[in-house]
Nanobody, 123 residues
Framework: QLQLVESGGGLVQPGGSLRLSCVAS????????IAWFRQAPGKEREGVSC????????NFADSVKGRFTIDRDNAKNTVYLQMNNLKLEDTAVYYC????????????????WGQGTQVTVSS
């Protein structure tokens, strides 16, 4: 199984920003689409954003459009999720996941997952 490690979560006030990182530790991300998912307590896992292997195409859930951006630095083997104007409802554990091929909003399409990083938006 591929190793993915998320970081950058934390506690932030509404309207604040966080930048999450997803680093591949034992393989190169160059050939993988990388997605971010999140899961809040008592809720189903939700696809947040995805970027294809080349970085030339991205997609976002409607709930985060205009607030979140995703980009990748293949030289650093890292994908970033920049989250701006955070809202209370963004509170969740955020996971990154990898798959060969195009992006998918379907969680089971991804074989490899990180352990997650907690994002808490609270005043």
């Amino acid at each position: 199984q591929l190793q993915l490690v998320e970081s950058g979560g934390g506690l932030v006030q509404p309207g604040g920003s966080l930048r999450l990182s997803c680093v591949a530790s034992d393989f190169t991300l160059d050939y993988y689409a990388i997605a971010w998912f999140r899961q809040a307590p008592g809720k189903e896992r939700e696809g947040v954003s995805c970027v294809i292997s080349t970085g030339s195409s991205t997609n976002f859930a409607d709930s985060v459009k205009g607030r979140f951006t995703i980009d990748r630095d293949n030289a650093k083997n890292t994908v970033y999720l920049q989250m701006n104007n955070l809202k209370l409802e963004d509170t969740a554990v955020y996971y990154c996941a990898a798959r060969r091929g195009p992006c998918s909003v379907y969680g089971p399409a991804y074989n490899d997952w990180g352990q997650g990083t907690q994002v808490t938006v609270s005043s």
